[in-house]
């Protein structure tokens, strides 16, 4: 694989990256049968692997998955997402951070992370509190470089300038979602990156599975059946599915090698997240690497799901409070009666 810059940050990181998110109690938690996995993506090329602590116990896994060879990659872990009943336990108070992040390095059995990410922006702690301890974390050693995730492009712009107001570590590095069924973060989250010379690290480019043709027009599977992906029986995202296989067949790709080799195809685009659960996926979302799409096929695509938009959502996507919130958005009952 030929490797590219994470940003600015100087680190090179190959342009697939391994989602340990799998390698956990609710995934593949054989031992071996992960140590064989990572050595596989190492040994494709694969320099990147990517976790978080609300994974279960997927960094206690990779961490002795990586023993010997620790090295070899550029580790990145998250925080913020819940861990427990603790209303602490989460979010991006310092308080949070300097306990989240010891509790990660000892279960990677490392010393360092070589990124640290805010897994969901926190709306109820100052991005300026998060970021002064993230500094200190960089400072300290302790970790490299710090990044963000699902974080809106107004969010991502005011981080940047609270970094440069307070002299603190600046995110060099975004999370978003973005796939064949959801090219929203086109519009502002990617260009934001690119103005400000992040590296973006793309998270479920398969869309939970809808994009490697398991999920089908007239047919019950596994996934259509989850209560967790309630996405996966949106018709209208089938609809796209449906169309998109027919122009992956006759480009004679699968669609899951279109799906990958379009996310990488962008250039505000650093690296996509594969989440194996199995030597096969594995194998199979390598072949991925050697994919190009040529410019008719990109056109195409854009003709079924348009440039900055998308068909439906994901239920594991970030909402903004005034989203998720219905008084944040209605003015109160007395107050809207026209003056």
């Not at 000892?106 to 990410?117: A, S, V």
């Not at 999920?215 to 309630?230: C, I, K, N, Y």
């Amino acid at each position: 694989m030929n490797h590219r810059p994470l940003g600015r940050t100087g680190i090179r990181v190959s342009p697939f990256a391994l989602g340990a998110m799998m390698f956990s109690s609710f995934g593949t938690s054989d031992q071996n049968e992960v140590d064989a996995m990572v050595t596989r993506a190492l040994e494709a090329g694969i320099n990147f692997i990517d976790t978080a602590d609300a994974y279960g116990d997927s960094e206690e896994i990779l961490g002795r998955a990586l023993k010997g060879r620790r090295d070899q990659v550029v580790l990145a872990s998250k925080f913020a997402r819940p861990i427990g009943d603790d209303p602490n336990q989460q979010g991006g108070s310092r308080r949070w951070i300097m306990t989240a992040v010891e509790s990660s390095l000892r279960r990677l059995q490392t010393d360092h992370l070589d990124l640290y990410q805010l897994h969901r922006p926190d709306p109820c702690t100052d991005i300026e509190e998060t970021l002064s301890a993230l500094t200190d974390l960089v400072r300290s050693g302790k970790v490299r470089v710090i990044g963000s995730s699902d974080m809106p492009a107004s969010e991502m712009v005011e981080a940047q300038w609270a970094a440069e107001r307070r002299g603190f570590e600046r995110f060099r590095t975004e999370q978003p979602h973005y796939s064949l069924l959801d090219r929203s973060i086109e519009r502002e989250v990617l260009p934001v990156a690119q103005r400000y010379g992040m590296g973006t690290v793309i998270w479920s480019p398969l869309a939970s599975g809808m994009l490697t043709g398991r999920v089908r027009r007239g047919q019950e599977t596994d996934l259509r059946r989850s209560r967790m992906f309630a996405a996966l029986r949106d018709e209208r995202r089938i609809d796209a599915v449906e169309e998109l296989l027919v122009l992956a067949a006759e480009a004679g790709l699968s669609l899951t090698h279109m799906a990958l080799a379009f996310v990488i195809a962008h250039p505000g685009v650093t690296a996509a997240l594969i989440g194996p659960r199995t030597m096969a996926q594995l194998d199979d979302l390598l072949a991925a690497a050697d994919v190009a799409l040529s410019d008719d096929l990109l056109d195409r695509i854009d003709a079924i799901v348009a440039p900055g938009t998308g068909v439906g959502r994901m239920d594991q996507e970030y909402t903004t409070p005034p989203i998720g919130t219905a008084q944040l958005r209605r003015r109160p009952v007395s107050e809207r009666s026209a003056a």
